[in-house]
């Protein structure tokens, strides 16, 4: 039997955080996902990025479930999670029990009728909508959400973000890169914290 | 005169041709099928294209015309000659591809195969044998079969509230935007054989224009199916199956 | 340093068979594999390697695509989904029957009948233990990351050609949709006519004044003639069982319990042998990494020192029959399975290991 000691040192050993979006279809979700993907790549670390998909896709719910490790990831279906976006009140129903303790939630309070209840989270709202107004494009929603996600947690860096961005957005079209990146600085400075885990 | 001098070549007035094997043909006396490979094989070896030739055999009398043309064959599941036809021809454009099916294969469960070959415009030949029946099972129905006409699976002739109606599928083809060349054709006298000879080499020429897909429709003799004499069975052929399978070109698009 | 590009499993076929001197794809849409041939048509290969990619009217007729090509020599292959692949099976049969080569990729989802569109396993059956009609084979591999799907299509040629049989590459909802790390390898041409006639003297290359026809073909009629055809396919069988077995081990070395996973499920069960190993629970997992052949004597010799092992599959229970027949009553086997698209965690197989080994 392992010691608590050395079950401890075993997981400090690595990093791996997992980590579930969730809204309506059409919000992004998936290429926040994805653009979070392509960044941990650019920083050399494993990544695993898995859809809900199928009729959900349809202006339904849609979730994605991505995974950032330094070492090879081996299960990409989980149940618990140490940061859940959400971005609907049904995710909100249905992720925030599956948060882990000390774990982090992020919401958009525009599409939610019932504040989160758990004390044991950190819990933080962006008000994505009005940052996607003020920069000029309903598109960048979810990049605000995301600038959120990287003011709290610091695991991915705006460089690597950026050539994220870069890879997922044709050159083409590279003023709307600059949007993107104006709406991720936003949505790092409008993030709110609303409770720490107790 | 003796022997060795007919046998010379400038009185040599017939001969077999070189591209058909010496394998004795398991087709019953009358039928056409021999005829039609005969063509064929004449085709290939007068346009000087043995080397970049392929057949695809069907499921029915003729599995077997791979043991009577000397080219490289396929042999296809029933029905399927088109799609194979259609991966070698886009795979090698420079070869000339070609299906022989028989009207079960082609007009019955190969529906779909054939109507899309042609709907794609694929560059190759197909030989249709429409003889009105199964010739390789035993003389079922097929989907040619004529009303009234007796099969052993409409023992008492073709009902067509109970079996339908004879299909005429070549008409079909050639309302689709990708065929080149449609044309019916039989081979029950000389006259006849010579005709579909020529329509047979334009296809296989038309192939390689890359303009489309050729289908020549040869109506066919079953004298064993229909249980008639070859001489009765051509006879009934120009009588019934003309009336309902007209023969004669139908589309053309280089005319 | 080889690229590493982030892309789908369902992609890295699409990708790897442009990369690595794929001749033609042959498809028809389905669920949850239709990115294979949108990423072919979207990056129109033959403008660049010059293979052929089309969409056929049909499973029917792709498949039957595919027995054209490979009858001509060519490295053709097709992918769909599980009541595609149903459809598929006349062909295979004839495939395997005409000794030719060829890649399918089955990306499964639930059924019986229509099913759904997620994640399975339950085609095991159906492509390990044939499918058609007939006494065959096809070399059935699997698997678990997009990295795979991207490997094993070269890997699946490669058996493929060297024995003249069908190869599945049999994935799953997960592997095709999950997006990865895949390491680009060098780009393989595709062959030239001389290398076909070469490797594929067989072939429907055009019958040259140097050589008989080529007859590609499944008919035999004769009894006797057939019988032989039948055992020289077994003479093959038995040089694939003895020669292509592939499998991965997972602390197995002291493992006093072992799970055996293929595919996403290896993955999970991993996971799963993570949490006991924490517990202070030996357990292990084995993953067959070809279905057929299928490691028995692995999975014998693992038996032999567990006190038992646990099949789990995305199924009612399919591979658990062979990993019955391999442990041949050295120790318990049990099952544990999910159905209809539903997928198990870690934890819950956790829970179920407990409860077949009676630990809680």
Redesign the interface.
């Known amino acids: 039997?392992?010691s608590n000691e050395a079950?401890a040192k075993?997981k400090q050993k690595y990093m791996k955080e997992e980590i579930i979006i969730a809204g309506f279809g059409g919000q992004g979700v998936l290429s926040m996902g994805?653009i979070m993907?392509?960044s941990a790549?650019m920083q050399d670390l494993?990544?695993?990025?898995?859809?809900s998909?199928?009729?959900e896709m349809r202006g339904g719910t849609a979730n994605v479930c991505v995974i950032i490790s330094d070492k090879k990831?081996?299960?990409?279906?989980?149940?618990k999670y140490d940061t859940a976006i959400i971005l609907n009140q049904q995710s909100l129903d249905k992720f925030e029990e599956r948060v882990k303790p000390g774990g982090l939630l992020i919401y958009d309070p525009s599409g939610i009728t019932r504040e989160p209840v758990r004390k044991d989270i950190k819990v933080c709202s962006i008000d994505a909508i009005e940052v996607a107004a003020e920069v000029g494009n309903a598109k960048v929603y979810n990049m605000a959400v995301l600038g959120a996600y990287l003011k709290m947690k610091e695991s991915l860096k705006m460089e690597n973000v950026v050539k994220g961005l870069e890879?997922s957005i044709p050159a083409r079209y590279s003023d709307l890169i600059q949007k993107n990146r104006e709406a991720i600085e936003k949505g790092m400075e409008r993030v709110k914290i609303l409770s720490e885990s107790k | 005169m003796e022997n060795l001098d007919i046998k010379r070549p400038e009185n040599i007035v017939y001969r077999k041709p070189a591209l058909l094997t010496d394998n004795i043909m398991h087709y019953c006396p009358g039928c056409s099928h021999g005829t039609v490979h005969k063509l064929i094989a004449e085709v290939i070896e007068e346009m000087g294209i043995q080397d970049q030739t392929v057949g695809i055999s069907p499921v029915g009398c003729s599995v077997f015309a791979y043991n009577y043309i000397d080219i490289d064959w396929q042999e296809a599941a029933h029905g399927r000659a088109p799609a194979l036809a259609t991966a070698t021809k886009r795979l090698c454009p420079e070869k000339y591809v070609f299906t022989y099916q028989g009207d079960g294969d082609l007009a019955s469960i190969g529906t779909a195969e054939i109507i899309h070959a042609c709907s794609r415009g694929e560059n190759i030949v197909v030989i249709f044998i429409n003889n009105g029946i199964y010739g390789m099972t035993g003389g079922q129905m097929a989907p040619t079969t004529l009303l009234g006409m007796k099969t052993s699976t409409t023992p008492y002739g073709r009902d067509p509230k109970l079996n339908g109606f004879p299909l005429k599928i070549t008409e079909m083809l050639a309302a689709l935007d990708g065929t080149a060349y449609i044309t019916r054709q039989s081979v029950h006298t000389a006259a006849a054989a010579r005709k579909a000879k020529n329509a047979i080499r334009k296809g296989f020429e038309y192939s390689a224009k890359n303009i489309g897909l050729s289908f020549i429709e040869i109506v066919s003799t079953c004298n064993s199916g229909w249980k008639l004499s070859p001489v009765e069975a051509n006879k009934w052929m120009e009588e019934h199956m003309f009336a309902k399978y007209p023969v004669g070109d139908i589309k053309d698009v280089l005319k | 340093m080889a690229e590493k590009i982030l892309m789908k499993g369902n992609e890295a076929i699409a990708f790897s068979a442009i990369r690595n001197g794929v001749d033609g794809y042959f498809g028809y849409p389905i669920t949850p594999q239709s990115e294979v041939m949108e990423t072919l048509m979207k990056e129109k290969p033959w403008e660049t390697t010059g293979m052929v990619v089309l969409q056929a009217e049909s499973e029917l007729s792709s498949i039957n695509m595919v027995y054209g090509g490979a009858s001509c020599g060519k490295k053709v292959m097709t992918s769909s989904s599980s009541p595609g692949i149903s459809l598929m099976c006349e062909g295979i049969s004839y495939i395997a029957g005409a000794e030719l080569p060829c890649v399918i990729v089955d990306v499964m989802r639930g059924g019986p009948g229509l099913g759904t569109i997620q994640p399975s396993q339950s085609d095991y059956f159906q492509t390990v233990k044939g499918g058609g009609h007939g006494d065959y084979h096809s070399i059935v591999i699997a698997p678990a990351s997009a990295q795979d799907m991207y490997d094993f299509v070269d890997w699946g040629f490669e058996l493929a050609f060297k024995y003249r049989t069908p190869v599945i590459v049999l994935a799953d909802g997960i592997i095709g949709q999950l997006m990865e790390k895949v390491e680009l390898h060098p780009m393989k041409p595709r062959r030239t006519a001389e290398e076909i006639l070469r490797d594929a003297p067989w072939a429907t290359t055009g019958k040259t004044p140097g050589r008989d026809r080529n007859v590609i073909t499944s008919l035999s009629l004769d009894a006797n003639t057939q019988e032989e055809f039948n055992r020289k396919l077994l003479a093959k069988y038995k040089a694939i069982e003895a020669n292509e077995v592939k499998y991965a081990e997972y602390l197995t070395d002291d493992a006093e319990y072992v799970f055996v996973a293929f595919g996403c499920s290896s993955r999970i069960c991993e996971a799963a042998v993570d949490i006991l190993r924490e517990e202070g629970i030996k357990a292990g997992l084995i993953r067959p990494i070809t279905l057929y052949p299928f490691p028995e004597k692995e999975i014998s010799r693992l038996a032999g020192q567990a006190k038992s092992m646990m099949s789990i599959e995305l199924s009612l229970g399919q591979m658990v029959e062979d990993v019955r027949l391999a442990a041949n009553g050295q120790c318990p086997v049990g099952f544990y399975g999910r159905q209809g698209g539903n997928i198990y965690t870690p934890e819950e197989i956790v829970e179920e290991f407990k409860k077949f080994n009676k630990l809680s």
């Open positions: 039997m392992m079950i075993k994805k993907a392509y790549i494993e990544v695993t990025w898995m859809p998909y199928g009729p990831i081996s299960s990409p279906i989980i149940t890879k």
